[in-house]
């Protein structure tokens, strides 16, 4: 079961990992792309050396960047290595992945071969997984026909230790963005050659046209060519056969759309505001089935003639996978690894979203309330200290549950769209005031499950209660674990007898035997309720509902606590 804190370090290394991805895509020509992938090694991913070995025509691999060592670079840069020397170190050690790692103790018989290298002695490691000088790990890149395009090499991570499944994982899809960088690099200047030609040659516009032809038609990823400006704005005029494959649809179909018809609705605004000159952006496209891919756009206007019309070059790249394993990652930070739920950090941003840092009138109408006043509203007594009455446990009547009071708006007219929560209020009888509540829930006689009957059967009972909870509420309601046997509820638009109605119903759920392994196990609940308004942090939220869940497990007997 991963650690807390573990989801917190994924993403962290994910941002890292997305930012250097996406300055592989920035450099302007091949030899900047190969620097850049060498800096990205350092920047992003934790090591104090890296190397890029590009395949030449020949089949050789050529050191066509370093980072990281001034002196590695003026020993490496440039040297070439022979095939038949890489294929062997890429047949050696262990396999992780697509990665190749030849520690110290196998890498001895390579120390003569007239690859490149920079390494020194060192001590024997102290424990299993530390990072010897003398350790070789190779990312080899793969062109989409699975040809070799080069090889990248990574030295000293800084942490000393070698690289677990995560930084693998990470070194891994980072040397597949580099290779479709590498080969983006080549093919645009390619295409740049042939632009070039065009503006300059009109004598060479044939030749030209043919060159661009072939790079356009049998490019690895989608192309598409549209016009500029006149009524038949953006409509394409050509597709490749790679666009056309990636979409479901024939190049005849293909010209009687332009990418605003194509493009996922909720994608529109993000193509509107990608400019016809250099602009990029990700978004998805409808497929011929209804299904949607996600791609990255990049567009480039092309002159026909030297005085001829524009037209907008867009390039295609198929991003589906990157992007389905970002929102894995992105899954993996907010939800709980055992019982799939949102996660306390997860929790806590649904609903600080929820609230806002000025308190409404705790005398208002209704419990969401949009807004519009003016700023002579703002400096009535509304926000003056009030006298507000307390339950028996101390607990404030208007469920804020924090001191009154708080500093006064800037008086002045403005509109604020915010919709304000505020708690029902509490008495004996039912105003139909609604709220968000948030219902806190301790389970009783867990720990005993645990001590008694290991780990196992205690992570079984915590999946179920997850089943039972997520069971019992609507469908926008959140269910989340807090962390241990703690359960949080938010359930909006409830007053406080059906807030009460729901903690009933969710402990009876819980209550019933949960059979592990043919063994029943009973657990019980215990639940507070508090509720989400405006002016209170989502801490202090959870703390207001948490003191409540305890005033309400102090009320009952022991016997009443457990369920059996």
Not at 111 to 137: C, N, V
Not at 417 to 442: I, Q, Y
Request: glycine fraction near 10%; include cysteine.
């Amino acid at each position: 079961m991963e650690t807390e804190s573990e989801p917190y370090v994924r993403l962290a290394t994910l941002r890292q990992l997305h930012h250097v991805v996406a300055d592989l895509n920035t450099a302007r020509s091949l030899a900047d792309t190969l620097q850049t992938v060498a800096d990205g090694i350092i920047n992003g991913l934790g090591y104090a050396l890296s190397a890029v070995n590009l395949v030449r025509p020949d089949g050789d691999l050529v050191v066509a960047a370093v980072a990281g060592s001034a002196g590695a670079e003026a020993l490496m840069a440039g040297r070439v290595g022979s095939r038949p020397a890489w294929e062997r170190w890429l047949s050696m050690g262990e396999q992780w992945g697509e990665l190749r790692f030849i520690p110290y103790s196998e890498g001895w018989v390579l120390d003569d071969d007239d690859i490149p290298q920079w390494h020194t002695e060192g001590p024997q490691p102290r424990f299993a997984d530390e990072w010897h000088p003398k350790d070789r790990l190779l990312a080899p890149m793969y062109s989409a026909k699975e040809e070799l395009l080069g090889v990248i090499t990574v030295d000293r991570p800084r942490n000393g230790r070698r690289p677990g499944p995560w930084g693998r994982e990470a070194l891994q899809m980072y040397a597949f963005q580099a290779a479709i960088a590498i080969s983006n690099a080549r093919l645009r200047a390619n295409m740049q050659r042939a632009l070039v030609r065009l503006e300059r040659e009109q004598q060479a516009l044939r030749a030209s046209e043919e060159s661009f032809r072939q790079a356009f038609e049998y490019a690895p990823s989608g192309m598409a060519i549209a016009e500029m400006g006149g009524d038949q704005h953006g409509r394409l005029l050509r597709a490749n056969d790679a666009l056309c494959r990636l979409l479901g649809r024939p190049a005849s179909a293909m010209r009687r759309y332009s990418f605003s018809d194509l493009v996922h609705p909720e994608d529109i605004g993000t193509l509107l505001r990608t400019s016809a000159e250099g602009g990029r952006a990700e978004l998805r496209l409808a497929r011929r089935d209804g299904t949607y891919v996600w791609v990255s756009l990049r567009n480039s206007v092309v002159a026909d003639a030297a005085d001829g019309p524009r037209f907008l070059l867009t390039h295609v790249e198929d991003i589906e996978e990157r992007k389905r394993h970002e929102l894995q990652l992105a899954h993996r930070a907010s939800h709980d690894s055992l019982t799939g739920l949102p996660n306390s950090a997860e929790l806590r941003a649904r609903l600080g979203a929820r609230l806002c840092s000025r308190p409404p009138s705790p005398n208002g109408p209704s419990s969401a309330t949009l807004d519009t006043a003016d700023g002579a509203e703002y400096g009535g007594a509304a926000y003056g200290p009030a006298e507000v009455e307390t339950d028996e446990h101390g607990f404030r009547s208007d469920g804020f549950d924090t001191p009154f009071g708080g500093p006064k708006p800037a008086v002045g007219p403005f509109v604020d769209h915010h919709m304000h929560m505020v708690a029902p209020l509490e008495g004996e009888t039912d105003d139909g005031s609604k709220g968000l509540a948030v219902l806190f829930c301790d389970l009783d006689g867990f720990k005993s499950i645990n001590d008694r009957f290991g780990h196992h059967t205690g992570d079984a009972v915590l999946i179920e209660v997850a089943r039972r909870l997520t069971n019992g509420v609507r469908d926008g309601d959140t269910v989340a674990r807090l962390g241990g046997d703690e359960f949080v509820v938010l359930a909006d638009g409830l007053g406080r007898a059906d807030a009460q109605d729901l903690a009933v119903r969710l402990r009876n759920a819980i209550i019933p035997p949960i059979r592990v392994d043919g063994r029943p196990v009973r657990v019980g609940a215990s639940f507070g309720i508090g509720w989400a308004a405006c002016g209170m942090s989502a801490e202090e939220v959870l703390q207001s509902a948490d003191q409540r869940m305890y005033v309400e497990k102090r009320s009952r007997s022991k016997t009443h606590r457990r369920a059996g």
